[in-house]
């Protein structure tokens, strides 16, 4: 019966909720909310819809297979193609992320404030303030919908290039 | 020398890999000096549009510059207090990001998914008042059978206006008062006697008893004696 309750929450929404906003409304643990959401997932990923997990949240969204119907109808509202600047700030972000403006621009050799304010302008990057360190960006939910991926492990080569870059930065001790 | 193509750079990181790879060299320190003079030869030609911009590449170049130095002189170290970070540690993850970053461009907005909130303002929204109930229906229904029934509308009889009639009405105005507003008129009229005083009016106007005054495209006309 919950299964039931939390698909139907998340259809309602539309907009991703949390483990805890989930639990809260059910009515039952959060660890709980946990495991009927994994299950969903798999039970969805034969369907036109795909259950899409970001940082603890949660929504549905279309599959990617289907896109193709559906850009159509929704494309005019999608944006210009992004500069190789705001691809390769956004990359960080989406493969890094939660991480901070120093972080970014230690690996972009360049002062990331501009290209930052335009991905939050159009809404595929987020800011979340911290108290004491600079603020955190981590990439939005929209952004890894127009990617395709439910997941930010799905993304292309995650573990690898997470891999390479733990390499250099040991072979850099090394020396 | 280094040739300076079209391709937009996204920084000074870009275009040192991009030496760098043209070069077909390692990513080192010692590599990263040599390429110095190229740099600084894409540095000098760049246009003054962004200051910031242009600032970030002038920091690479004196870091640089700063490299290239220590290796004629191994004594020199940074200033205390400065860091100076590592360049061939910073390029060799740069270049990885920037591998990434391809990987994403390939498949942004390609097999894009959506959420319910695209679709908002796409449908009409959904109103459909209190009163919509089963029997409401029906009961509206019932009415549009009694007021289309053949046997109702052949009991309406067509009234006739005549011409001559409205003509008579509109000289009887004239007689209270010197002129009046044709609106007047309408008041409780159905619409084939609008028409017909209107006609009327037309009539008049034309035998010159009547001037018609109208100060704008669709406003009131006054009526005065010709």
Known sequence: ?175 | MFQVTQEKFSGPFDVLLSIIEARKLEITEVNISQITTDFLAYVRQLQEKNYVEIGDFLVVGARLIFIKSREILPKLTPIDGEEEGNLELQLQLYREVKHISKLLAEIYLVRPMFGRGYFEGCAPEFLPGRNLTLSSLQKSLSHFFIFNTPHVSSKIERRIVRIEEKVEDILKRLESGLHFEFNELFKEKERIEIIVLFLALLELMKAGVVTPIQNEEFGGITVGRG
Do not use: W
């Open chain 1, 1 to 175: 019966m919950c299964k039931k309750s939390i698909e139907a929450l998340l259809f309602v929404y539309g907009e991703p909720l949390s483990l805890r906003e989930i639990a809260k409304m059910v009515g039952i643990k959060e660890d709980e909310v946990s495991r009927v959401l994994d299950e969903l997932k798999n039970e969805y990923q034969e369907k036109g819809i795909v259950l899409l997990a970001h940082e603890g949240n949660f929504s549905f969204s279309t599959h990617p297979d289907v896109s193709g119907v559906l850009k159509d109808i929704i494309a005019k509202n999608l944006e210009e193609p992004l500069t190789p600047s705001s691809l390769e700030t956004l990359s960080i972000v989406a493969y890094l992320g939660p991480i901070t403006k120093v972080d970014i621009d230690d690996m972009r050799g360049v002062n990331s404030y501009f290209t930052l304010k335009s991905l939050l302008v159009r809404g595929l990057i987020h800011k979340k303030d911290q108290e004491e360190k600079g603020s955190l960006y981590d990439i939005t939910f929209d952004a890894l919908r127009y990617l395709g991926v439910t997941n930010r492990t799905e993304l292309p080569s995650y573990d690898e290039f997470k891999e390479k870059l733990v390499r250099i930065r040991e072979n850099f001790i090394h020396k």
